[in-house]
């Protein structure tokens, strides 16, 4: 039978997850060690972690759903390398307890929102950038939502595409300038590019692993420019592509 715990308690079960420094000590032995804890926390199985030989008894064990257990593992396996990496994560929110904690509770609906292990693995990768980059918070909250929003296949094709694309309309791009992706081209509006949305996202998520090469970085609202043309209406859309109403 497993315990349900209020939003709160799983809030403050992951931030010590994420925080505790038992675990530099813990990650050092392996990816067995990884398992047992992840076995704890999904399972509500407090021997793991003794039988492990590490003591994690600070640790408060909560479990929701194995569904979202499941996804926090993966996240987690794949947003911090190492024990520096999830100092860097909580020293971005570690004002004051209190806010760390509801940054968390973000981060926690986030993962409850995702609904492909791709899109996770994406999400992720952004955390990454978070913590070891100057991406600003708000920012950071922002291209998560986004991710949540897309699919994978829609993110594998945005992964795809240079930084100076340029496209007529097509359902892609009328898809992903949706969720502010892309943007009608300046003096062009039938030609589309990345909006500084787009390129942000490939920058700290979808091409991550890439670099920078060179480009501007985006890591601040405050950088990114509104489209300079007008974003097409549905009418407009179904010119372009010859839709025809049924």
Excluded at 195 to 211: C, I, M, P, R, V
Aim: proline share 3%.
């Amino acid at each position: 039978m497993f315990e349900i715990k209020m939003p709160e308690e799983q809030c403050e079960a992951l931030a010590n997850i994420i925080k505790n420094e038992d675990l530099k000590s813990y990650s050092k032995h392996g990816k067995q060690c990884i398992t047992s804890l992840m076995k704890a926390v999904i399972l509500g199985d407090r021997t793991a972690v003794f039988q492990a030989g590490y003591d994690m008894a600070q640790i408060f064990i909560h479990t929701p759903t194995l569904i979202f257990w499941s996804k926090a593992e993966r996240f987690l396996r794949k947003a911090f390398d190492s024990y520096d990496d999830q100092i860097k994560f909580a020293a971005k929110f570690n004002k004051d307890n209190r806010d760390y904690i509801q940054n968390v509770k973000k981060v926690i609906y986030l993962i409850d929102e995702i609904d492909e292990d791709e899109k996770i693995d994406y999400f992720a990768t952004l955390t990454r950038a978070f913590s070891l980059t100057d991406l600003e918070r708000d920012l950071y909250f922002k291209l998560a939502k986004i991710i949540t929003m897309c699919t994978s296949f829609e993110l594998e094709y945005l992964e795809k595409l240079s930084d100076d694309f340029e496209s007529e309309n097509n359902i892609w791009i009328f898809s992903l300038q949706l969720y502010g992706l892309f943007a009608p081209k300046e003096n062009d509006r039938k030609i589309y590019v990345l909006s500084d949305f787009g390129k942000a996202l490939k920058q700290k998520s979808l091409n991550f692993e890439n670099g920078l090469n060179g480009k501007q970085s985006f890591s601040e609202y405050k950088q990114l420019q509104p489209p300079q043309n007008p974003i097409p209406r549905w009418d407009d859309f179904k010119t372009e592509l010859k839709i025809e109403e049924i």
